[in-house]
Every structure is written in C-alpha cells, then in structure tokens.
C-alpha cells in the first residue's frame, strides 16, 4: 500500500515513539535496526536497506511518498498500544 505524507509527520511519529520501539519494529519485520531508522529520514545504506521512500521538496519539510507503509503501520501500532496504558 503506497501513502504520502509529510517528512514532519513522518519525523513527529518517529519521536512520539517509545525507547526501543526502533528495535522492536525492526524485530517483527526481521529487517536491520538501520533499515528502519532509514525509513524515518535516516542514511545509513551501508548497514541498512533502502525503504521505498521518495522525497518532494515543500512546506512542512516535503512530502514523502512511501511504496510500503508497513514499518509505518507498525509504528502507528506501537502508538496507539502506549495511548492505552
């Protein structure tokens, strides 16, 4: 499933997230640490993979278009399970 979103919410969701949660979504996908910080604007492609992010120039940092919204869905999962501790 593809998504477009803003690189601010995108790096808002990012630091929303719990200590950890980078490990976490990294475990349940069985994908490198360094692939998910890629996701979230990182740079790191020796140790990480490229995600299917495509980012536009604009207001509130650019648009992002991601390809696969699962480490985002994941993220969003761990959001909503610490919104109801």
Do not use: W, Y
Request: aromatic share 4%; glycine share 10%.
């Amino acid at each position: 499933m593809t998504r477009t979103i803003t690189f601010n919410e995108l790096r808002n969701i990012k630091d929303s997230l719990p200590e950890g949660s980078m490990h976490r979504i990294a475990d349940e996908l069985n994908i490198s640490v360094e692939t998910v910080r890629n996701f979230f604007g990182g740079q790191n492609f020796k140790d990480g993979k490229c995600v299917g992010i495509h980012l536009e120039p604009g207001p509130d940092g650019g648009l992002v278009m991601l390809d696969d919204t699962v480490v985002l869905d994941k993220a969003l999962d761990i959001l909503r399970e610490n919104a109801n501790i």
